[in-house]
Structures are given as structure tokens and as C-alpha cells.
T-cell receptor, first 114, second 114 residues
Framework: NAGVTQTPKFRVLKTGQSMTLLCAQD?????MYWYRQDPGLGLRLIHY???????AKGEVPDGYNVSRLKKQNFLLGLESAAPSQTSVYFC?????????????FGPGTRLLVL | AQKVTQAQTEISVVEKEDVTLDCVYE???????LFWYKQPPSGELVFLIR??????QNEISGRYSWNFQKSTSSFNFTITASQVVDSAVYFC???????????FGQGTELSVKP
């Protein structure tokens, strides 16, 4: 049981390049989330998904797109990377969206945009 | 609006000292949960504890204890007899009835020196 995994672990992009971050979970969780972590700001929600084929915007969605084609995978895309998107990205999943549900996090992806 | 404040940006202690990490939250929800996560130098986010808004009993787990006080909207975390392995960034987070959104504090970086 690997839990939540993220690919890649680290990436360097040039401004304007595109890339996709992959999140996978093997806990059969219905809900998945993408966060970004920035110094002094904690973690902020980018997008989330309440099930296969559904996505919704979080607190800071601009510049990102997501897709959930399979229940176990949640993709985060950057169409045209900007230096402001330099951050550590975390994926999380939970069994349900209820107030009591714990979200379990992946190891993170460090992204540097030059 | 929901908000979590961790006023202590950095704390440095010497091994075996006790240390308390403060967390103050704001919410209008009557039902909510509070969480603590640990982020060691390796970068992953590790779930430590969750507490619901109706349970104000203190929680103790080994050297860790949590003090939830609704009257002051605080959920403080104490490490007794700190160890070098406790060095990490600790995040407090809040989840109310707003679609599973987890609101994080800014984090407190704890450094335990031998």
C-alpha cells in the first residue's frame, strides 16, 4: 500500500513551458486535492476533485488545469509556466469530503520556474 | 471566513526542553475539525491528530499532547522532552462545512538542537 505518490519529485521549467504533475493513490479514495506550499503562506488549495470525471476550483486556481480521468489519478497541468508558480506542490486524498475526514498527503513535487 | 494563525514562525529549543506550538483559528461553523500535520526535513506531510469541535478533552500520545480550548479558539500542541527528530515544520489546519476545504496555518518551524 503506497498511499499517495507524486511524479516527478523535482522539475525545472523555463517560463512558458508546460508540464503535468501526476498524483496517484491506491486507497480507493473518492476525493483528491492539489495544494501549493509557499513560505509564510502555508498550503493553499488549487483544485480538487469529488470523483472520477469531476473537478472544482480551490483558493488559487489561476494558471492551472486538472483532470481526473481515473479514480486513482489526479493530474495537475501548467499550460504556460510562470516564475510565480515556483512552489512545492502537494497532492492529497480522502475517503469522503465530510468535515471529519482526514486528508493524506503525497511526498510533494518541487517545481522551479526560471 | 475561516482562518488559522500560527504566530510563531520559528522556535528553537535544546533537546529535552518542553515546547508548545500555538494555533488560533477563526470559523463561524458550529461543526468543524482541527488537525496537526508534521513536515520533517524530507518534505512529506505527516498527519498527527484531528479533533472535532465538540470534544474539548486534551489528547496525549506519548510525548505529544494537544490542548483544545473553544473559549479561546485555540488548539495548541506541546512536545514534552523534545528530541532532535522532532525538528520539523508543524502545520495546524481547520476544516469546516465548506466542501472539504482544509485551511492551513502558516506553519511553525521547530528546531531542536542537541
Amino acid at each position: 500500500n503506497a498511499g499517495v505518490t507524486q511524479t516527478p519529485k523535482f522539475r525545472v521549467l523555463k517560463t512558458g513551458q508546460s508540464m503535468t504533475l501526476l498524483c496517484a493513490q491506491d486507497m480507493n479514495h473518492e476525493y483528491m486535492y492539489w495544494y501549493r506550499q509557499d513560505p509564510g503562506l502555508g498550503l493553499r488549495l488549487i483544485h480538487y476533485s469529488v470523483g472520477e470525471g469531476t473537478t472544482a476550483k480551490g483558493e488559487v486556481p489561476d494558471g492551472y488545469n486538472v483532470s481526473r480521468l481515473k479514480k486513482q489519478n489526479f493530474l495537475l497541468g501548467l499550460e504556460s509556466a510562470a516564475p510565480s508558480q515556483t512552489s512545492v506542490y502537494f497532492c492529497a486524498s480522502s475517503y469522503s469530503i465530510g468535515v471529519s475526514e482526514t486528508q493524506y498527503f503525497g511526498p510533494g513535487t518541487r517545481l522551479l520556474v526560471l | 471566513a475561516q482562518k488559522v494563525t500560527q504566530a510563531q514562525t520559528e522556535i528553537s529549543v535544546v533537546e529535552k526542553e518542553d515546547v508548545t506550538l500555538d494555533c488560533v483559528y477563526e470559523t463561524r461553523d458550529t461543526t468543524y475539525y482541527l488537525f496537526w500535520y508534521k513536515q520533517p526535513p524530507s518534505g512529506e506531510l505527516v498527519f498527527l491528530i484531528r479533533r472535532n469541535s465538540f470534544d474539548e478533552q486534551n489528547e496525549i500520545s506519548g510525548r505529544y499532547s494537544w490542548n483544545f480550548q473553544k473559549s479561546t479558539s485555540s488548539f495548541n500542541f506541546t512536545i514534552t522532552a523534545s528530541q532532535v527528530v522532532d525538528s520539523a515544520v508543524y502545520f495546524c489546519a481547520l476544516k469546516g462545512n465548506q466542501g472539504g476545504k482544509l485551511i492551513f496555518g502558516q506553519g511553525t518551524e521547530l528546531s531542536v538542537k542537541p
